[in-house]
């Protein structure tokens, strides 16, 4: 028989990340949340407009990826670079077309903004020609077949 052990705790990477609304990263987490008060709030205290994240986004990107036109307005008045990119060569515009915030393009674009990726940001990054797959033969996930039938059809054999 067994010896019962109580769980283990769980590990620090299994705890639920807490999102850091405090500290200079509270101008990209307010940038994103459309919260006006906030990111003026982290400007005047003096966090760089152009602060970025891990992946090299800004509060730019993030506004222009969430659609948050007034956010973008403030930004590109307090100095954000209008064409950062991030670690994908991503720049705001890029981000803004992605989602369809026309209004953001716009804004964007009279500022000097570029999309260097063009198409590519409206585009999905993977695409399967019709010829490549042969559907007519194919089991489609979430089809049930029998074990008979799949021995049948791929004349499958013990050895």
């Known amino acids: 028989m067994e010896e019962f052990r109580p769980p283990s705790p769980p590990s620090k990477r299994m705890q639920p990340q807490m999102v850091d609304s405090e500290g200079p990263y509270r101008l990209l987490y307010c940038s994103s949340k459309g919260d006006r008060a906030g990111v ?16 090299k ?10 659609g948050r036109a007034e956010i973008v307005l403030l930004l590109l ?3 954000a670079d209008v064409n950062s990119l991030d670690r994908w060569g991503r720049t705001p515009l890029s981000d803004a077309h992605s989602f369809g915030h026309e209004v953001i ?14 198409l590519d940001s409206q585009t999905p990054c993977y695409e399967i020609h019709h010829t490549e797959v042969d559907m007519d033969e ?15 059809r791929y004349q499958v054999r013990a050895s």
């Open 40 to 55: 003026l709030q982290e400007l005047e205290k003096g966090v760089e407009p152009n602060l970025a994240d891990y992946d």
């Open 57 to 66: 986004r800004t509060a730019l990107h993030l506004a222009s990826s969430e």
């Open 77 to 79: 008045e307090r100095g």
């Open 105 to 118: 393009c716009k804004i964007l674009e009279a500022k000097g903004g570029i999309d260097p990726v063009g």
């Open 138 to 152: 194919a089991i489609l996930i979430g089809q049930v077949i029998s074990y008979l039938n799949f021995y049948r």
